[in-house]
């Protein structure tokens, strides 16, 4: 059976357009506003006035000194009006030269900051954000839909402002030259927007079509990478292309629709401009036959209006273009609009030195709104003891340490930290207290001994070489060739398994947390390694507050205390050799494990 479209994290805004949103966007301009008025103004004053006063110059030439109604004409006038329209063409050169370079700059500067605030926005959110979200999704609207508004940032901006002025200009110089002209002209372009705007609705759908479609490509993309070596492995390469190429085919579909109604904006204006040009003719031969205007004026309107038009087209593009843009906008929006599910107080408690007593009163947590992956739960941990947590897949284990570091918050009871709710300090302050080192260890591109920094940016070299050798991991990096300064690739596929948990140890024990979560830390590593690494456990563990979820016996059985959970309840406690004393869970567990060993 062929594989669905699953992605379900994008759907479509169905939100009429709003004008809030635009203003929202163009805040990003602010901060430049004086770089804006600067351009604008240099602009107006000598691109635009040239531009107007051109064609004015060149009716003066024709009436007054090429053909005037004496019929003598005057050369000596005529040198001064084309010397005149020379300088006026060399300035509005000039004037749109620092215009276009001036523009790149302030729309490269705003897409920086748009880029930069999304992504420490969703630095800032919680798990549960992206436990909804592909990676993929994520990335295309910091990558693909910031992307998408470089055009209204870098050319919509200013030219706008002055496309604008111009028309406001154009038509108060047309109802002056000959107000009845002018008039006849003018009152076409009601008619053009009323067209336009039925379309407007329909084109910023289409482009939000088209982002989703691109969103969930990026997601599939993200996906093959992250696991082609499943993909290679059952041979499923085949139906792995085949379905990308749905996916494709869907996506060029929604772009030329959405391209094909965004099309629809020139032929509304030609067609408009084609009716203003034929009335200019009809009615202005009449004037000029009837004496109520020159040729020379006949011939400015022709200017003016051909220079009406343009202003209006690059408007008209320009909605477009903010039509498209909005699509991606609304978007980035959502994603700025995301709250954190663990907010923080506005002004929180300061977790200065902790000292790691931990207590969950009455706890409950669930996932999803009918599914409870923890009931009731009750623990109260001393300082500087180790609790292993042991039960089977979905017993609840992870949820917990995932609670007392915060990554999500308890719908029922609390979380307390040397009697603190966990809710009530900054996020910040309770994980700097707080290590954890997972089963799937993250390596990012860089050297080990960034990757061992990454916890204690401030650490300095021979911390982080201590820290290393602590935990087993000195031998192996030395034995690299180039030792602490090794590149590492992405998600550090060059090192083995086992490399990349002592890593993940060793970075662990230099943030120096007084809190210490092993999520299933050792599930990784070969025994060989685990017994070298004991040794390194008991320092990393000692004097610290700690949580171990594990299976491995080797792991588990020398922690002071045993919480056994079953269904998201806890069901046993003690130690190993309490809870071995009689029959339960934690006994069942411990002799099958042993049966699997012998077998």
Request: contains cysteine; glycine residues 8%; charged residues 20%.
């Amino acid at each position: 059976m062929s594989r669905q479209f699953v992605y379900q994290d994008d759907e479509l805004i169905e939100k009429p357009f709003n004008w809030k949103q635009v203003g929202r966007l163009f805040s990003f301009v602010a901060p430049y506003k004086s770089a804006v008025a600067r351009v604008v103004v240099i602009m107006l004053a000598f691109g635009m006035l040239s531009r107007l006063a051109i064609p004015y110059f060149m009716s003066v030439a024709i009436d007054k000194a090429i053909h005037p109604k004496d019929g003598n004409g005057d050369f000596g006038m005529l040198t001064w009006i084309v010397v005149a329209m020379l300088v006026l063409y060399g300035t509005r050169w000039w004037a749109q030269r620092y215009t276009i370079q001036q523009t790149n700059v302030i729309g490269q500067k705003v897409i920086f900051d748009l880029r930069a605030a999304l992504f420490k926005h969703i630095q800032s959110l919680s798990f549960r954000f992206f436990d909804k979200r592909p990676a993929g999704s994520v990335l295309v609207r910091v990558t693909n839909d910031v992307n998408s508004l470089q055009d209204l940032f870098t050319n919509g901006v200013v030219n706008s402002a002055i496309d604008i002025v111009q028309l406001i200009g154009i038509t108060v110089i047309l109802l002056v030259l000959q107000p009845s002209l002018g008039l006849a002209i003018i009152i076409t372009v009601p008619l053009m927007f009323l067209v336009s705007t039925s379309l407007r609705k329909k084109i910023r759908m289409a482009w939000q079509v088209v982002r989703i479609k691109q969103s969930r490509i990026n997601a599939h993309l993200n996906e093959s990478i992250q696991g082609i070596r499943v993909t290679q492995a059952f041979a499923q390469e085949k139906e792995n292309i085949g379905f990308f190429d749905r996916m494709n085919a869907s996506n060029i579909r929604s772009w030329n629709r959405a391209s094909a109604l965004n099309q629809l904006f020139g032929p509304v204006i030609e067609v408009t401009s084609a009716v203003g040009t034929l009335i200019l003719l009809l009615y202005g031969t009449h004037l000029i036959q009837s004496g109520a205007m020159t040729v020379g004026v006949l011939f400015a309107f022709i200017t003016y209006v051909g220079s009406f038009w343009e202003p209006i087209t690059r408007l008209g593009n320009m909605y477009s273009q903010l039509l498209i843009s909005m699509s991606s906008a609304e978007r980035i929006f959502e994603f700025f609009d995301e709250k954190p599910a663990v907010p923080e107080k506005e002004k929180p408690t300061a977790l200065t030195q902790l000292k790691g007593e931990v207590r969950l009163d009455g706890v409950s947590f669930g996932y999803e709104a009918d599914r409870q992956a923890l009931k009731g739960i009750d623990l109260d941990i001393k300082a500087g003891t180790s609790v292993a947590l042991v039960g089977h897949t979905g017993s609840g284990k992870s949820t917990i340490v995932n609670l007392i570091c915060r990554f999500y918050d308890a719908t029922e009871g609390r979380v307390l930290l040397d009697g603190i709710d966990v809710r009530d300090v900054s996020i910040a302050g309770l994980r700097s207290q707080i290590g954890i080192v997972l089963q799937d260890t993250f390596i990012f591109s860089g050297t080990i001994r960034d990757n061992i920094r990454y916890g204690r940016p401030d650490a300095s070299d021979a911390e982080v070489e201590a820290a290393a050798r602590s935990v087993r991991a000195h031998d192996f990096i030395v034995d690299l060739p180039g030792g602490y300064d090794t590149e590492v690739e992405e998600r550090g596929n060059a090192l083995s398994v086992g490399q990349r948990q002592l890593i993940s140890f060793a970075r662990a024990l230099l943030a120096d947390p007084r809190i210490l979560v092993l999520d299933e830390a050792t599930a990784s590593i070969d025994t060989e390694t685990e017994l070298r690494i004991q040794d390194a456990l008991a320092t990393l563990l000692h004097g610290r507050t700690s949580f171990i979820v594990a299976h491995r016996l080797s792991t588990i059985r020398h922690a002071d205390m045993i919480v056994v959970l079953d269904h998201g309840e806890i069901v046993e406690t003690g130690n190993h050799e309490q809870l071995m004393k009689r029959p339960g869970h934690y006994r069942n567990l411990v002799d099958a494990q042993y049966r699997y060993l012998s077998a």
